[in-house]
């Protein structure tokens, strides 16, 4: 779809400098600009591409200066920023507006359905499963007996979500994502042998939860594995049985959150960090990257770093002695040199 | 379904105190009970619960004394939590009930097929696979050619097994497993470019493997890649081409294996531990979370920790010293100034 | 299949020793031969098993000599790993002869398809897709909106590749993977709360590269994620929003490279590898296992090591120090009481 710089400047309540007729039919970078492409400035350290981009329009805020003149058509606007990502979202909710269902599809009949609501093809909806109003099920995506999802969440093709669990409302959850499957727990027997423990319970996800490709959630022993309102969980990342992560919690990439965990409200934990089983994390924690964290950490707001973990501050400053422990070693061997020299 | 108390009393060789037709559809920790559950109690820790809970039934111990009266009605057994895990086991069998064939699925001509096989909708069997009886196949599942599943055997939604690989009885591998990728082999060619090596083995896993969800386990770059009797492996786990992992091993979420590692029997490996390739680690290993392994474990039942890894205590005596290396090296610079200044 | 010795013989211009006639119908290593194998010989370290092996026919190199008599029928050529290779090679691409089309699938009306393309039962095409000659697309694959896939490229079963991402020829991603899903992007708004930035850009994979199973490659937010030809990445690898990988660099299993990553061609990462995001790594940097990378490096060909990343070297000398960490405290402790003791 083509748009004209008048048209995207009436949206935007902006005003145009140039070609009013100018059209664009994607978005780029400022400096990755091409024509056809819609771009912004808002940070003046990118000003300068400002006067080189190959944008055909570019969105900038009213008390821009310009201190040559510029190939591109300009929108300007309060601010660019925000401007240009209202845009954005625009355009990604279009992306979502499929409704009505594709063939082959399998939906049971004792499925309720909402309103508005896509399936895509090689899709299944077990038995008393509801699903409520606007929801998209793209393609080749599991929904076992007895689940619930809210309104307006997105499943991407793929996801898989076993029985009994409940999902909530304007979530997104991305390809390959497992919500419920068995969490990991053996009893011993015999000598070596092991035997299962079922795991009856469920997973709760509630609103507003994105949950990346490949992610793994599993169901509790017994009650709710409970992912609360707000929280996004990066891709590959693996939430064991019965955690809980508090309300809107950041995880990224890979983390792993061990069996009855609970996660505060607003943590934000890096990439591959770890969490031994039964411990809790006070709200506001901050997880660096590859952490290892083997003890509860109960001061709010906590900034905590290495494997085992530690105090941020702390760890950048052992790490620092880390680097040089050779030099420390030989110092050491020197001085016990001296000093035992002495005493014969 | 509901259960009455004389029922499950019934079943279970106990004797009812309270009300015999009090019903009950679920079950719940004594300490997160609510009407219509069914919760037990074995741990004398929990013991206060007992007076407190919300569930309908609780199951107790035929010795334990009631210092109160209690809200709920009570089942009396010789051993509460055995009768408890029974009831547990019984339910999740019952999930696995299911028999026939749902539509469309895709079965080639050529495929064995025992009796009471279930296979759900948008699942693929390819020629010559032979699936043993009682074998549940759920929703989108793929099959390759010649691959070899044994009775009982429950694969979850989503689950693919490449061509050639055998599959034990009485295994469950869940949603997003993928079992007999090709291996990562590649070899040099020209200055820096690569020529893929062909992964013609294949992956064997014997009886009562429990396979987390999104693991991998690489096919042979010739002969087998092999998980022994009664592995567990957790979610996201990697196992590379021709790795070999004893009976009884036990693996948590996130751990890899590289290439050609030999692992023994009784094993038991926490979260995101990571193994270089072709070492061989004996019985009875215990390997802590987030280590990293580069060597061979010879000695069984050997106790690891860190990265790289070493001897559990000497690893937890070194963290303690990491944790106040800046003190240390604060000392030595003072104890050298000392002796520096004495020699000066 | 089955093949005379022969016939081998003469693809490979070779000679046989010993019964023209036998004939195998798999492959197997020297030390894992059995009867119908056939094996080869180039390792002096394995020569020994020339003498034991349980294979019908073995490949050997024209110079080498027999101590003693053989059981198995000898192919001699000028150089058996490179001829057994190649026989890998034909039988791993015979592998992929397939063409045609399973039912049910669902291809879009605006979709393009070249010649001897194979789409297996329960795969999806979107519109406007472009699907290039002889790829082959096996069961369950999604292939989203606009996606375009070059010659010769293989989907395993379950690939999922989201909307207008585009994939070059000669690639093979394995099952699972996920290509194109969001990047991890949410901006703060008022306390505690996120909003989604929008992820309109997408995943450009150039020609030869191969993905492993359940890797996750992210979209850009705008722009591209980018991995550049002959990259070979293994399985659980996450690559995050507008990273760029260059040529030829090969990443094992379940390492991570965080959003706007610049990696140099012919790098070679080890296992569980983490990267912060924004830095870029130079040419030829080789990673060792479970490294944590918190800062670019800058200096081609560096070898680096641990978790904050240093030189490899330098690394392996602190470890040693680590690993005696414990008795440098005491030493530093008796060396104290020596001095102090003095001073007062």
Do not use: W
């Amino acid at each position: 779809m083509e748009f004209k710089a008048s048209v995207i400047a009436d949206f935007l309540h902006g005003t145009v400098e140039g070609d009013p007729d100018a059209t664009v039919s994607a978005f780029a970078k400022i400096e990755e600009g091409h024509p056809g492409a819609l771009s912004f400035l808002a940070n003046p350290k990118y000003e300068k591409y400002l006067y080189e981009t190959a944008s055909g329009i570019v969105i900038i805020n009213k008390a821009q200066k310009l201190e040559r003149p510029v190939k591109c058509t300009l929108i300007r606007v309060d601010d660019a920023y925000r401007s240009f990502a209202s845009l954005l979202e625009l355009y990604a909710s279009s992306q979502q507006e499929k409704s009505g269902r594709e063939e082959p599809v399998f939906v049971a009949a004792s499925v309720t359905l909402g309103e508005n609501i896509f399936i895509g093809a090689f899709s299944y909806i077990a038995g008393n499963a509801r699903i409520g109003n606007n929801v998209k099920i793209h393609q080749q995506v599991y929904i076992g007996e007895n689940v619930a999802i809210g309104e307006n969440t997105v499943l991407y093709p793929g996801v898989k979500i076993y029985h009994d669990c409940i999902i909530g409302s304007d979530c997104m959850i991305h390809s390959g994502a497992v919500i419920g499957a068995d969490g990991f727990g053996f009893a011993p027997q015999n000598a070596a042998d092991y035997k299962k423990i079922p795991q009856i319970g469920n997973v709760v996800i509630e609103d507003r939860v994105e949950i990346g490709a490949n992610t793994c959630i599993d169901r509790a022993t017994m009650g709710s594995t409970i992912i609360r309102k707000g929280v996004k969980l990066d891709n590959l990342i693996q939430v064991a049985h019965n955690v809980e992560i508090g309300e809107n919690t950041v995880i990224a990439a890979q983390s792993g959150i061990s069996g009855s965990c609970k996660v505060g409200r607003n943590c934000m934990f890096a990439g591959q960090v770890g969490l031994a089983g039964h411990l809790a994390i006070a709200d506001g924690v901050k997880i660096g990257a590859q952490s290892g964290i083997n003890a509860s950490i109960k001061k709010p707001d906590s900034v905590i770093l290495g494997s085992p973990g530690m105090d941020y501050q702390d760890c950048i400053k052992s790490y620092v002695v880390v680097r040089r422990l050779p030099d420390l070693k030989k110092k050491v061997d020197e001085l016990e040199r001296i000093i035992k020299g002495k005493d014969s």
